[in-house]
């Protein structure tokens, strides 16, 4: 499987934030995409997650399930925001995340005792979700990524909010993930320690182009 976007751009009402992006990922790599604040990153990963349109340029999956119509029906997107309703609890929101996303073809969801164990937060699955610390929320929206299994996955910022030994779990979930094959495109102001790594440095429109591809 690859994932190959070609000459990407995207517009945020009238303006033109990036332009002619490529890149290529083949399973088990990861695209880590840094820059400033604004550069475009999130907007990024929202085109990639099919969630924006692209102004111009292709994103396709090669050698993927032939029923796929786009990338973004293979993967997760983890947001800013953690996309958990704070009034449910934890196991009530990824059991909605389970059901909802479903799996992908080729691999199965981990059920949620483990899920949550995987983010090391085992016994706190009964508590609303608005009752966490903001690390433990971010955590448990990690656990989301686990409970159905999609190939990509999408992450703005992921470790935003999270204590050092959190950041060491998470870089070994996504080095997990890659090793079974997947593929990550993460936007991060700080190192991941994630292995197999290319970088996109967002540079911000300057009329020319948007990013540099480089390998970190
Ligand atoms: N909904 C929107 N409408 C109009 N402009 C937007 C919208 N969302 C973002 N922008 C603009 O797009 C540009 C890129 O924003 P984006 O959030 O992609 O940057 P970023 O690199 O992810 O920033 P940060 O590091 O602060 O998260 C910014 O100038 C922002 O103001």
Redesign the pocket.
């Known amino acids: 499987m690859r994932l190959l976007a070609e000459g990407l751009s995207a517009r ?2 009238e ?1 033109l ?1 990036f332009n002619d992006i490529s890149f290529a990922l083949s399973a088990g790599e990861a695209l880590v995409v840094t ?10 990963l929202r085109v990639l997650a099919g969630l924006l349109m692209a102004e111009k340029g292709s994103l396709k999956l090669e050698n993927g399930p032939p029923e796929m119509r786009h990338p973004s029906e293979l993967s997760h997107y983890l947001g800013h925001r953690n996309a958990m309703k704070r009034e449910l609890t934890v196991a009530e929101n990824l059991s909605f995340w389970k059901n909802f996303m479903g799996d992908s073809p080729g691999g199965s969801g981990r059920d949620l005792v483990e899920a949550v164990e995987a983010v090391g937060l085992p016994g706190i699955a009964h508590l609303p979700f608005g009752y966490l610390s903001a690390g433990q929320q971010r955590r448990m929206a990690m656990a989301k990524l686990l409970v159905a299994h999609r190939p990509i996955w999408i992450l703005d ?1 992921p470790t935003a909010a999270l204590d050092a030994g959190a950041d060491r779990l998470f870089a070994g979930l996504v080095n997990a993930h890659l090793d079974q094959g997947g593929i990550v495109v993460a ?1 991060t ?1 700080q190192p991941l320690g994630l292995e197999r790594t290319g970088e996109l440095r ?1 540079t911000g429109f300057a009329g020319v182009g948007g990013g540099m591809w480089h390998d970190a």
Do not use: F, Q, V, Y
């Not at 820059?35 to 990024?44: D, H, Q, Y």
């Open positions: 945020r009402g303006d934030i820059g400033p604040n604004g550069s475009g990153k999130s907007t990024l910022e936007a102001h967002m």
